[in-house]
């Protein structure tokens, strides 16, 4: 399917789908039933604790690895060896030439898809200017800090072009600057219409930067969705400060329930039928009322919350 937007000339919606797809290794489930998608224009942030499946499903959308059922697709067909070709990916593993100098590396790779050695060379001269690695140019690339071969891994999903970018933890280990320049450019990708996927431990940095989130848990995606919407379960959640007090209060309302407790601060759940100024009120007869109002969490409570629900057999 194919939106029109302003900004973004041609955008397409749906334009990366993961469809029902199911992985095993052995008896290990590491996939069940993964379905999502990212469309053209949005950056997409892939959260999941250690083990959860997210090397697995974007292996299986790069093709390294094969799905034991579901399908991936690209602007709605099944994804071939062609599309493939057109996908920027930095595999969790990293893959450059130890030995190999950076830019010719970098000039190698963009002629293995097709560019030729002038284009090839100017491209790979651009990257390495906006990434700082000019001065590295002419390094091996394991005399690099990790940060800087990571920088060189990010030039290398980008020196052909592609049409979509998959991205396996791009943040780890990388210095507060080099997190700008990284976040600047996948902005900069989306804001040109490309469906960028990335998944990352950082989830203050996947909730500043990303205009949707899944979080995967045993193999299957248990939340998908902006992180406004991702709250949405939880707008009938308020905190309120008596500093000092008992939570004593607010157990004995009715519809409410004490989520937690600490220093007079409590946070409360209201059922539908409760009037959150009745609540105020009520706080009100027990003492000076500092905070009163609603709790927004952010992702990082919002994910502790969705995997430490009960786990499926
Ligand atoms: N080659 C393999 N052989 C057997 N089991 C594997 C293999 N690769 C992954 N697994 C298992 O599959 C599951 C999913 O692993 P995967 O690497 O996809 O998770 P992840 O979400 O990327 O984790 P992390 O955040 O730690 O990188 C895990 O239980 C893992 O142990």
């Known amino acids: 399917m194919i939106l029109k937007s302003a900004g973004h000339g041609v955008v397409h919606v749906r334009a990366l789908e993961v469809d029902g797809v199911s992985k095993r ?45 579901g399908e991936v697709r690209w602007r709605g067909e099944r994804i071939d060896l062609e599309a493939r070709r057109r996908v920027g990916y930095m595999p969790e593993e990293r893959g450059l030439y130890p030995k190999m100098r950076v830019r010719d590396q970098l000039t190698y790779l963009a002629e293995l898809h097709g560019i ?41 999903a980008l020196v052909h072009a592609p049409e979509v970018l998959v991205l396996d933890e791009p943040f780890a280990g990388l210095d507060p600057m080099a997190v700008d320049v990284m976040s600047e450019v996948l902005r900069e990708k989306a804001a040109a219409g490309i469906p960028v996927l990335f998944s990352s431990h950082q989830l203050d940095l996947v ?37 000092g007090r008992d939570p004593a209060w607010a157990e004995e309302l009715a519809g409410v329930s004490v989520l ?42 919002l994910f502790r919350t969705a995997v430490s629900a009960e786990t499926p057999a």
């Open 25 to 69: 290794y052995g008896d290990a489930v590491a996939l069940r039933d993964m379905t999502f998608h990212v469309n053209g224009g949005e950056l997409f942030g892939f959260v999941g604790g250690n083990g959860a499946g997210k090397t697995t499903a974007m292996r299986i959308i790069l093709g390294v690895l094969a799905a034991d059922a």
């Open 116 to 156: 030729g050695r002038r284009a090839a060379r100017a491209t790979v001269g651009a990257w390495l200017e906006r990434l700082g690695l000019s001065a590295r140019r002419n390094d091996e690339v394991d005399r690099l800090s990790l940060g800087n071969q990571q920088r060189v891994q990010l030039a290398a």
């Open 207 to 243: 909730e500043r930067l990303c205009d949707r989130v899944g979080i995967v848990r045993a193999g299957a995606m248990i939340a998908c969705g902006s992180v406004e919407e991702l709250r949405s379960d939880t707008a009938r959640r308020f905190v309120v400060d008596l500093s």
């Open 260 to 301: 937690e407790a600490a220093g007079g601060r409590v946070h409360l759940e209201l059922a539908d039928d409760v009037d959150d100024q009745e609540v105020l009120a009520a706080a009100m007869r027990h003492g000076p009322v500092q905070e009163f109002g609603p709790n927004r969490p952010g992702l990082t409570e």
